[in-house]
């Protein structure tokens, strides 16, 4: 049995699989924080699904982009699980995830997020009969994301109104999918690592690292009067 964990935004996810199939799967809105939530909600997982931690041959966890601080504590849970059973971990980025959920469309699919300070994150993938990426994952404003989306693609994941009316406007060949990506993500991420971990693929359980695609933004801390420390 595979866990897959998605912390990489403000809707959390967990998902059980067997050699890649769903099992069963959670999705919540986190309310305080990543790291008071994720082990509760792995355990209430578990009992629903009637195992336990001990029935878990590897652990797939969302590399990001994402949220700073929630990718640190999956990635840092994935690994501490792994080490505690001395089982594998594979990560999978989040944009992956998010297009799989159309894999079957017939061209390019291209999942965005949100990355703020007015910014996209996306990437391209193409799936058909054979996944595989197109663009790497990459930041940049709307309009590079307009003008670089590949003809006839399918735009998901974070699409907002605003977003969904200037491609409708600006790039008529593109399709657009508006719905939440988050609820599935922990179970594509289980189906999309499932036959890579089968064929070997392994990351470093000690030292997987989160994608970034911006440094964290990181405020001074400030003394009494004021004059950063």
């Known amino acids: 049995m595979e866990l897959a964990i998605d912390t990489a935004g403000p809707v959390a996810g967990l998902a059980l699989s067997r050699e890649g199939a769903l099992l069963a799967d959670l999705a919540w809105h986190v309310r305080t924080s990543h790291a008071a939530e994720l082990l509760p909600a792995l355990t209430q997982l578990l009992e629903r699904a009637g195992a336990a931690q001990r029935d878990l041959g590897a652990v797939f966890v969302c590399r990001g982009p994402g949220s700073y601080a929630g990718l640190r504590v999956g990635i840092s849970t994935a690994m501490g699980l792994a080490y505690a059973l001395d089982v594998d971990v594979l990560g999978v980025g989040r944009l992956e995830a998010d297009a799989y959920v159309h894999a079957a469309y017939p061209g390019p699919v291209v999942a965005v997020h949100a990355a703020g300070r007015g910014d996209l994150a996306w990437a391209a993938y193409e799936g058909n009969g054979d996944w595989r990426e197109l663009m790497p994952p990459r930041l940049g404003r709307v309009e590079a994301l307009v003008t670089a989306a590949p003809h006839g693609a399918l735009i998901c994941g974070e ?21 939440p ?36 933004h990181i405020t001074a801390g400030r003394t009494a009067h004021g004059a950063p420390q």
């Open 159 to 179: 699409v907002d109104a605003a977003l969904a009316e200037l491609l409708s406007r600006e790039r008529p060949d593109v399709r657009v999918f508006a719905g």
């Open 181 to 216: 990506a988050h609820q599935r993500r922990a179970a594509m991420i289980a189906a999309l690592a499932w036959p890579r971990f089968a064929a070997g693929a392994r990351d470093n359980r000690y030292a997987l690292e989160p994608l970034y695609l911006r440094e964290p």
